[in-house]
Nanobody, 122 residues
């Protein structure tokens, strides 16, 4: 499967962005999906995950209450709505997928997208 992330850009602190990730392939609806990010000079970290049917979502503590992950299986797309953005959210955001629908992507991933840059100015 191929993952194409979009929606990154420059935003002021307190602002919002919505990232999208379009996936190729007929089996998207059976994949667990999620987002990771990598800030300059830091290791890549998990951000958010969603099970195949969208009923279970989970987040890293630093984004809880500000970010929301969702998916539209009819459009083969997963989203990350990011609100109340902070300068420390600045990073390249990567869309990920796991073939096992019950997998939590924080534990295992099979596919990575190319990343989209989010820059939050203070």
């Amino acid at each position: 499967v191929q993952l194409q992330a979009s929606g990154g850009g420059l935003v002021q602190a307190g602002g919002s962005l919505r990232l999208s990730c379009a996936a190729s392939g007929r089996t998207f609806s059976s994949y667990a999906m999620g987002w990771f990010r990598q800030a300059p000079g830091k290791e890549r970290e998990f951000v958010a995950g969603i099970r195949w049917d969208g009923r279970f979502t989970y987040y890293t503590d630093s984004v809880k209450g500000r970010f929301a992950i969702s998916r539209d299986n009819a459009k083969n797309t997963v989203y990350l709505q990011m609100n109340s953005l902070k300068p420390e959210d600045t990073a390249v955001y990567y869309c990920v997928a796991a073939r096992d629908k019950y997998t939590d992507v924080i534990v295992h991933t099979d596919y990575w997208g190319q990343g989209t840059l989010v820059t939050v100015s203070s």
